[in-house]
C-alpha cells in the first residue's frame, strides 16, 4: 500500500485527494492523508448562499477554453450546474477621472480586433489610437526585435503600445489577475499566449483579427461557474473522500526525507510517507523545503500578494442602477483604493433574488494588506465609501461578506519559467515529492486541477 501525504487542502490538494480516491475505489494500493492547517477545505474558493445570494468569496468563475474545471464539475455530476457568464451583455469599464468609460468592444486584455470600436470609444486619447493603429504596420519590426529572453509584462506591451495603454488597461487587467506589479510579472509565464502571437504574426492586433476570423464560428462565453456557486465543486469531492483521509485544523510543523521515503511532524504526530504532495502556499512550502534543499527552497520564494473581497447583496435594487456589464477596474493614480468591482448579478444568471443586485469589492496590494488587519465592520465602511464615490449612493445592503485571502497570489517575476524549470530538476533528484498549487505552472482553478488530478494518476 502506497501512502501518500498531501499538505494543503485548497483546490490543488483537495483535487489530488479526490483523484486518489477514485483511483482507490477502482483497486488501486494506495492511501492518503491531507493535512489542512485551517478548519474548512478548498482554499479561497467559498460560496456563501444567504437571503437567495450566491456570493463567491473568491473566484466566480474559470476561464471556459481551459477544459480541466468543466470535465471535473461532470465526472462529480453537476453537468446540470454548469452556467456561462452573459456575454451578450458583457461590458467592462475602467475608472478614468473619476468616470466609468467601457473598454471598447472585441478586446482581448489590451490587445483590439475591432479597431472600428477602438476609434470610437472615450477611454484612449488620440495619440494612444495611433499607437494601436501605428502597431499593425509595425508587424516586421517587431517580430525581428522580439527578445530571445524573458522579459516584464510592462516592457512587452510597451513595445506594442506605448505608456497610455499599459497604464490604462494592461496593468489593471494584469493586477485583476494577478495582483502584481507589472514591471515584475514575466511576460512568458502569465502571458504565453501574446508572446505566442508576436512570434508568429509580429503584431498582436494582426493575429487577433486573424484569429477571430478563423473562431467566428466557435465563439463560446469567456467564463463557465456552476449556478449554485463554485463551492458546490468542494463540496462534491469532500463527500467522496474517504473521512479518515482528512485531517483539519492540522499544522506541519517539519518535514524530511528519509532513506525509504518521508516523515511528517505535526504538533502531535509524527508519520510516515512514501510520497509528499506539497499543496501548500508557496511560503509554507518554501519553510518546509529549506532543510530538505536549499536551493529547491530559493527558487520556490516569490513575493505574494494579498487580496481583499467585500460583497454586498441589496435585496431591493430598484432605485441603485450599475451600467451594463460585468464591473470595472481601477487604474493606479485614479484616486480610489479598489482595484476592481464585479456587478455579480449582470455576469452570471441566478446570483440574486427577484429586484436584487450583487456586487463584489476587491483590494489588492498595499491597500489589501492595510485592510486584513481592520475589522469587518471597518473593512466594508471602506469599500462602501470607494463604491458610493464611483456608482453614487448605495441602499443599505441585506447581506455583508468580507474575506481576507493574505498571499494568496504568487507573483510570477521576470525568469520564471527558466527558475521552475531548475526547481523541476531538484524535485526530480528528491524521490516521491510534486509541487502543486498556484505558485509554479498557473493561477487559475482549471490549472490547478489538471497538475493535480495529473500529478495523482502518476503516482499510480
Known amino acids: 500500500m502506497k501512502r501518500i501525504a498531501i499538505i494543503g487542502g485548497g483546490i490543488a ?10 483511483l482507490a475505489s477502482k483497486g488501486a494500493a494506495v492511501e492518503a492523508v491531507l493535512f489542512e492547517a485551517s478548519p474548512r477545505l478548498g482554499g479561497i474558493v467559498e460560496t456563501v ?6 456570493i ?17 464539475a461532470e465526472q462529480l455530476g453537476l453537468g446540470d450546474e454548469i452556467i456561462s457568464s452573459n456575454d451578450a451583455t458583457r461590458k467592462t469599464y475602467v475608472l478614468m477621472d473619476g468616470l466609468l468609460q467601457a473598454m471598447p468592444d472585441g478586446m482581448r486584455m489590451m490587445v483590439p480586433a475591432n479597431l472600428h470600436a477602438l476609434d470610437q470609444s472615450e477611454l484612449f486619447s488620440p495619440e494612444a489610437k495611433q499607437d494601436f493603429h501605428a502597431e499593425i504596420s509595425r508587424a516586421t519590426e517587431l517580430k525581428a526585435s522580439a527578445p530571445q529572453h524573458d522579459e516584464s509584462v510592462a516592457a512587452f506591451v510597451r513595445r506594442h503600445f506605448g505608456d497610455e495603454v499599459l497604464d490604462t488597461i494592461g496593468a489593471p487587467l494584469l493586477r485583476g489577475v494577478f495582483g502584481g506589479d507589472v514591471t515584475q510579472l ?6 504565453a499566449p501574446f508572446v505566442a502571437m508576436e512570434r508568429e504574426h509580429g503584431s498582436l492586433i494582426a493575429a487577433m483579427q486573424a484569429n477571430s476570423t478563423a473562431s467566428k464560428s466557435r465563439q463560446a462565453a469567456i467564463f463557465t ?13 469532500v463527500a467522496t473522500i474517504p ?8 499544522t506541519i510543523r517539519a518535514l524530511s526525507h528519509e532513506h525509504d521515503g518521508w516523515k511528517v511532524e505535526t504538533s502531535s504526530t509524527q508519520e510516515h510517507f512514501d510520497v509528499i504532495l506539497m499543496a501548500a502556499p508557496v511560503h509554507i512550502a518554501r519553510e518546509l523545503m529549506q532543510s530538505i534543499d536549499t536551493r529547491a527552497a530559493q527558487l520556490i520564494a516569490m513575493d505574494a500578494s494579498s487580496a481583499v473581497v467585500v460583497a454586498f447583496g441589496f435585496p431591493d435594487a430598484t432605485g441603485f442602477s450599475t451600467p451594463p456589464g460585468f464591473g470595472f477596474l481601477v487604474p493606479e493614480g485614479s484616486g480610489s483604493r479598489l482595484l476592481a468591482c464585479t456587478f455579480v448579478d449582470q455576469k452570471f444568471a441566478n446570483r440574486v433574488p427577484p429586484n ?24 466594508s465602511s471602506v469599500a462602501r465609501l470607494e463604491l458610493a464615490h464611483i456608482l453614487g449612493p448605495l441602499p443599505e ?4 461578506v468580507v474575506r481576507r485571502w493574505p498571499k494568496s497570489l504568487p507573483q510570477y517575476a521576470v525568469g520564471h519559467l527558466e527558475r521552475m524549470k531548475e526547481l523541476d530538476e531538484h524535485i526530480r533528484n528528491l524521490n516521491g515529492l510534486y509541487l502543486l498549487g498556484n505558485g509554479y505552472r498557473g493561477v487559475g482553478l482549471p490549472d490547478l486541477i489538471r497538475d493535480a488530478r495529473a500529478a495523482a494518476q502518476q503516482l499510480v
Open 356 to 379: 436584487g443586485k450583487l456586487i463584489r469589492a476587491f483590494f489588492g496590494a498595499d491597500a489589501a494588506e492595510r485592510l486584513i488587519r481592520c475589522g469587518n465592520d471597518e473593512v
Open 49 to 54: 448562499r444567504e437571503g437567495g445570494f450566491v
Open 397 to 400: 445592503p441585506q447581506v455583508t
Open 13 to 22: 490538494g483537495l483535487t489530488a485527494a479526490y483523484e486518489l480516491s477514485c
Open 225 to 237: 461557474t456552476l449556478q449554485s456557486g463554485l463551492g458546490t465543486l468542494v463540496d462534491r469531492m
Open 56 to 72: 463567491e468569496c473568491g473566484p466566480d468563475a474559470w476561464v471556459t477554453e481551459k477544459p480541466w474545471a468543466r470535465e471535473l
Open 186 to 191: 514575466s511576460v512568458r509565464a502569465v502571458m
Open 243 to 250: 473521512k479518515d483521509w482528512l485531517r483539519l485544523g492540522t
